[in-house]
């Protein structure tokens, strides 16, 4: 299967910091997405991003396909941005396989 | 998007026991997937469920022990079967919507005694 590494897989900032987050695979894919799991669990669909760049407020993110990567940048960090962000890949078989994730904590 | 519904949201089960999860999604998605999560670990999938013919596993899953339905393009189950305490986790369901974008279900926590 796909490998699909992120880093890093720990970061700590202040409030207002900015960061970037990258997630490197090892063969072509169909699709990617970047997820942030909740403090709760709860898996929230943050960019569907096969290729090109896409913003949502503080939040963008690059897919370089040719080159098998993809960075997510958050901006201004929040308290409410703590959690776990992973990146998902899909194979030309439909199959999905996850990142290993980066734990963000924001703090005060 | 996709609205997805788990049930139950936790459970504490005896080894040996079996239990059945089930995920409802509101709209029609066009792939159902079943995740399992260890505790501060990725998400591992275990099969894609296909509408009213055996479900897709992946390595390391069997039907045998993680049977899986899908009577409809809204609603799958997926039972663990025999458990044993290695199989305490949170196991998720998902759908791939007309976006082709992947939403997922809150999860089930399973504990394993």
């Known amino acids: 299967g796909i490998q699909v590494e992120q880093s890093p897989p720990d970061l700590i900032l202040q409030e207002g910091a900015n960061s970037t987050l990258r997630c490197n695979f090892s063969?072509?894919?169909?699709?990617l997405q970047w997820f942030h799991q909740n403090p709760w669990g709860q898996l929230i669909n943050l960019f569907y991003?096969?290729?090109g760049t896409k913003q949502n407020g503080r939040l963008s993110a690059t897919t370089v396909a040719t080159e098998r990567y993809s960075l997510l940048y958050i901006s201004s960090s929040q308290t409410t941005d703590s959690g776990v962000y992973f990146c998902?890949?899909?194979?030309?078989?439909?199959?999905?396989?996850f990142g290993t994730g980066t734990s963000l904590t924001v703090i005060p | 998007s996709a609205v997805i519904s788990q049930k139950p949201s936790r459970d504490i089960c005896q080894r040996g026991t079996s239990l059945t999860i089930q995920c409802q999604v509101d709209s029609q998605v066009t792939m159902m997937f079943w995740y399992r999560q260890q505790p501060g670990q990725s998400l591992t999938l275990i099969a894609t469920?296909?509408?009213?013919?055996?479900?897709?596993?992946e390595s390391g899953f069997v039907i045998d022990k993680f049977p899986i339905s899908r009577p409809n393009l809204t609603f799958s189950t997926l039972t663990v079967s025999n458990m044993s305490p290695e199989d305490s986790s949170i196991y998720l369901c998902s759908g791939i919507g007309p976006d082709y974008e992947q939403y997922f279900g809150p999860g089930t926590r399973l504990t394993v005694t």
């Open positions: 063969d072509s894919v169909n699709n």
């Open positions: 469920a296909n509408q009213g013919s055996e479900a897709t596993y």
């Open positions: 998902a890949v899909e194979n030309t078989g439909n199959q999905f396989y």
């Open positions: 991003i096969p290729s």
